[in-house]
């Protein structure tokens, strides 16, 4: 498929590129240059305030907390003083 650069360096998708990228109107593309290749690749921006989860350290624990929740090492508590009495009997072990 071909696609004509035009007037200001602008370019149009053709509607099946933009269907299978499931792509619309509005959407961030990061575009980089690999030797003589173009490649786009669609991205979603994140607000400033919620970038800390998307840190690689904290998407690390996220992982570690669902292997524990996987494996059956969490422990549920009725009340907050159930968990820190327990908090307070790990100390001693």
Known sequence: MLITM???AQITLPA????K?????GDILEAEVRDDVIILRPKKLVDKSQ??????RWQEGE???QADIEHG???EFGTVDQ??????GSTDR
């Open 21 to 25: 990228a499931r792509l619309q109107e």
């Open 73 to 75: 090492r969490v422990k």
């Open 6 to 8: 035009r007037k200001n």
């Open 83 to 88: 968990l820190i009495e327990d908090l307070r």
């Open 16 to 19: 099946s590129i933009r269907r």
């Open 51 to 56: 970038a800390w989860f998307w840190s690689n």
């Open 63 to 65: 992982k570690a907390a």
